[in-house]
């Protein structure tokens, strides 16, 4: 099964998160199928916070991938950001 996850980068204590679709099977950052984008949560105001390729997402999901709690709640507050702007 496919899952929409994210998968953690950055140094300790500076997390730095790539929204990725992956084998469910596969490590937390292991091997992933697809990158669809990225969450930086201690981005400064200047920075980009959260960048998500709803469109890749929307076709991963038509295909079947299942969507992780948190990818809920980002995709939301992305959908906020959009419809701001």
Known sequence: MVVIRLARGGSKKRPFYHIVAADKRKSRDGKYLERLGYFN?????????????????????????????????????????????
């Open 41 to 85: 949560p201690l981005a400064t105001p200047a920075e980009v916070k959260l960048l998500i390729e709803r469109d890749k997402v929307t076709s991963w999901v038509a295909k079947g991938a299942q969507l992780s709690d948190k990818m809920h709640s980002l995709l939301k507050e992305w959908d906020k950001q959009v419809s701001a702007a």
